[in-house]
């Protein structure tokens, strides 16, 4: 039986209404009085000095109301490093030179968008092409034309460190087997359907307000102050509602200080929308990667060591780029437990588009090569490929060194119950077949611990405020992207003072407002704001007892309960008194002063990269077609230990959001990069799943309780993609009889590999 | 040169002055301000733009405003009665198949043609129906789940 009341329900989104009649305002959708148009110049080639930018001829266009290159004084570094600031690396706009094409060098503000375009033909940029590198293996060659001219083969080593543990040699020496394999993931874009917006309105002499399509409106906020010029507070940063993320909206672009900057130049409000196809070329996307795993096991399947080597093509400049390189040897270390350790990660300057974190920070590009080195190995052992991961799977209450404590893991429940669900004992054991069935496991970070901006403040704050009629209203700054998270942390305030969903306002999205919060990365709303709403929740509770116990004749607060719209004395709901009635009584005893709450939320000591793991187990069910090479996957199951399942639908809708996603990266999405120059930029040619591409999905929850979540819950955003490829890989090899070491797998692989393998 | 063109959107009629390349689209968000209608690709291929033209759905982003005289349009914003959501509407989100909701004014309208065709519309069917909505974020289960709810007749 649910203890709970509204957490465990599928609650409808609290903005089902707004989205469903479309008066939802997305950035775009805004417009003010006298507002400009503003549009970027890009560069046309990937490498090149800039020598001379002439924008007299633009500015002399009538309608044009300012034009701004990176000769104005806008060269500070922008970046969410502060805490090393050795990693920043890109300005708002290119001055001496350009790294990848498309590249922002100038930026028109005017009267309507076909000026601006019109502008921006007249403004006279003088390139000097220079050599460039376009692939990790071109940009890490002896004597490789550098990007950044400080690095040498185009590897800041201040980027990642070397990580290890335990001693790998030794784990390899004592193995029964080891094998080394090589894989390889391609570039991938975010392609949430809502392009970048940014509308900026400055008011002199100092404020500006920006509504920004960012998933970071703390972070961004502090960026744009910075290259601007004013105080952090200066700046106000609204996020309207928000077209999707999947990370791409975790760093700050171009048209977030453009749009600032031309305000403050016009006297002017000034809008900023991306088109798909800026999206596609300059927009951010997921790193390539090149990866080597040497896994030594013993003879019963027991892993011993395990050695990792992988180079991600960062593109032109740092984004993320340094914690996803952190975090994908991470990941290896949280799913099976390994005795020895050793990761080296380099991420690689090319002069190819910024990767940046994606759906998963790297966990997509880890789980491939890991959980497809795991079926090599049990074929080599002769073992049930879910025999070994269940011999080899973290348990609740280990210790992993990169991470800490595990308090909760539900990896061996969610194996059983997709093996059994799929029928895994009884399947086909034959290879070649043409149906394929496999299973792969994920770990994901529920929310980072890395402290990189360097901020003063606690990671996630909320502030409740309670009134007289039984309502409340909750500040935060958590971003909704579409995950649902303003619906979570409303259901979490709701439970925990005894009130229902409606009794509940949301008010978030805006700098000036909420408490900080740094907002939707690494999978963290759950976890950090959560637990921040709920210590706002307590912080009010505790006072609303402290003024109803005299009143109800109870010495001790203990004995009370917010429960049902009451607050009364445990079990026995004549003694007490309404929730507004109690607010009342606080209200009157603070002389009128609002009544409310406050709660943050910091995992300090709680482990070095996150406080949790969230975790699942995935099966795929493939067809594939051996005359075309076509690959349909039938059915996909999931198993998710989300640890306490706050919203079920909302759960789901992850998972399946995730199955699509991973999907789309097993068997068809790839950015075709030629020497800087993305050729498939749209959405006719970047094949992402549609409606007739989805299997028959199915999502189980697995039940786990996280100490440290609230009301025991975790991550469930992002880790259920990380597994999805490598499901859908393996069922094809047990498919067809030969091994994808390259994702996508697209028809023509599959053709050219079943000749390689008669060749 | 800019004409005044007259379009029926939503069952009323709007004078506005539209360049003759503007799409439709164009003139729905920014001389309407009817903005519920989405802009993802400008190409054809994403579906946001959806808009019901004469009943059967289209993109709005590939019709020039000027082609859309004399025909009846409606947006996101004509879907609900005054007093009610339409049932679609209702079901969207009670079976979570709205997320970022970016798609969802288009899936919608796709998923209004599709009934009014085919009342009786079986899963594929549905999926067939909204191949042309592209949405990122959903894997497309709720929003079909959501439509199959309809056709059963659970919201009126
Ligand atoms: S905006 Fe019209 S189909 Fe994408
Ligand atoms: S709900 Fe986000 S694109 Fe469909």
Known sequence: ?759 | MKKTISLDVNGATYETAAEPQDTLLDVLRGNLRLTGTKKGCETGNCGACTVLFDGNAVDSCLILALEAEGHKIITIEGLADASKLHPLQQAFIKYGAIQCGYCTPGMLLSAKALLDRLPRANEEDIRKGLEGNLCRCTGYKQIVEAVEAVVRGEFK
């Open chain 1, 1 to 759: 039986m649910n203890k709970f009341s509204v957490i465990g329900q599928s609650v409808p989104r609290i903005d089902g209404w707004a989205k469903a009649t479309g008066s939802a305002m997305y950035t775009d959708d805004l417009s003010l009085p006298g507002m400009l148009i503003g549009k970027l110049l890009r560069s046309p080639h990937a490498h090149a000095r800039i020598l001379s930018i002439d924008v007299s001829k633009a500015l002399a266009l009538p309608g044009v109301k300012a034009v701004i290159t990176g000769n104005d004084p806008v060269t500070n570094k922008t970046t969410h490093w502060r805490m090393r600031p050795q990693l920043a690396d890109m300005a708002a706009l290119a001055s001496d030179r350009v790294r990848f094409l498309g590249e922002e060098v100038a930026a028109v503000a005017a009267v309507d968008e076909d000026t601006a375009i019109e502008a921006l033909s007249l403004i006279k940029v003088e390139y000097e092409p220079l050599p460039g590198v376009f692939t990790i293996e071109e940009a890490i060659a002896e004597n490789a034309p550098r990007v950044h001219d400080e690095f040498d083969r185009n590897i800041n080593p201040s980027v990642s460190l070397p990580v290890s543990y335990g001693d790998v040699e030794k784990g390899f020496a004592e193995s029964f087997h080891v094998r080394t394999d090589k894989f390889s993931t391609p570039t991938v874009i975010h392609a949430y359907m809502e392009p970048h917006s940014a509308l900026a309105s400055y008011e002199p002499p100092g404020k500006l307000t920006l509504w920004a399509s960012t998933a970071t409106p703390y972070y961004l906020k502090g960026d744009v102050a910075q290259v601007m010029g004013l105080r952090e507070s200066d700046v106000r940063v609204i996020k309207p509602y928000l077209g999707g993320n999947f990370g791409g909206r975790n760093v700050p672009f171009a048209l977030d200080f453009c749009a600032g900057l031309l305000s403050m130049r016009s006297g002017k409000p000034v809008k900023i929308t991306y088109d798909r196809k800026e999206e596609f070329n300059a927009a951010g996307r997921r790193h390539a990667a090149r990866l080597e795993l040497k896994t030594g096991v013993s003879k019963e399947g027991i892993l011993l060591a395990k050695e990792i080597s992988v180079y991600l093509d960062g593109g032109a400049y740092n984004g993320f780029g340094p914690t996803v390189t952190f975090l994908s040897g991470l990941y290896h270390t949280v799913v099976y437990r390994l005795p020895n350790y050793k990761f080296n990660g380099y991420r690689v300057y090319t002069n190819n588009p910024i990767a940046i974190g994606m759906r998963g920070f790297c966990g997509p590009q880890a789980h491939f090569a890991a959980e497809t080195q795991m079926d090599m190995i049990a074929e080599d052992l002769g073992m049930d490929p879910v025999e070994l991961r269940l011999k080899n799977v973290i348990k609740t209450g280990e210790i992993v060194p990169t991470v800490g404590v595990i308090k909760s893991c539900g990896l061996t429940e969610a194996l059983n119950k997709v093996s059994s669900a799929v029928n895994w004992s009884g399947r086909p054991k034959e290879k070649g077949t043409g149906k394929g069935m496999a299973i792969t496991c994920f770990g994901q970070m529920s929310g980072a611990n890395f402290n990189f901006y360097n901020t003063p403040y606690a990671y996630s704050g909320a502030e409740i405020r309670a009134y007289p009629d039984g309502t409340l209203t909750l500040f935060s700054l958590a971003a909704d992207v579409g995950q649902g998270s303003d619906t979570l942390l409303c259901q979490i305030a709701a439970e925990e003072l005894g009130l229902k969903i409606g009794d509940v306002r949301f008010i978030g999205n805006d700098t000036a407002v909420d408490p900080v919060d740094l907002g939707a990365y690494s999978s963290r709303q759950t976890m950090f704001s959560g637990n921040a709403v709920l210590a706002a929740a307590r912080d009010l509770k505790q006072q609303l007892f402290e003024a109803a116990s005299p009143k109800l004749e109870t010495s001790v607060i203990h004995e009370l309960e917010a429960r049902d719209g009451r607050i009364q004395v445990k079990g026995s709901a004549k003694r007490g008194m309404t929730f507004g009635e109690a607010v009342m009584c606080v209200l009157r005893a603070k002389g009128g002063k609002e009544v409310s709450g406050f709660g943050t939320y910091t995992p300090r000591g709680k482990g070095t990269a996150t406080p949790a793991v969230g975790y699942g187990v995935a099966a795929a069910e493939v067809e594939v077609n051996k005359e075309t090479g076509v690959t349909r996957v039938t059915r996909f199951t999931m198993a998710h230990d989300c640890g306490t399942n706050i919203n079920p639908m909302a759960v789901e809708g992850q998972v399946y959001g995730s199955i699509q996603m991973g999907l789309g990266y097993a068997l068809s999405e790839k950015l075709i990069i030629d020497k800087g120059r993305v050729m498939n930029a749209n959405f006719l040619d970047y094949k992402m799943p549609s409606t007739l591409d989805m299997p028959e999905m199915v999502s189980f929850a697995i039940d786990t309780v996280d100490p440290e979540g609230p009301f025991g819950a975790k991550e469930s955003g992002e880790g259920p993609i990380n597994c999805v490829a490598p499901a859908i890989t393996n069922a094809v090899y047990n498919a067809v009889g030969f091994r994808v070491m390259e994702l996508p797998v697209r028809p023509d692989d599959i053709l050219g590999l079943r000749k390689d393998k008669k060749g």
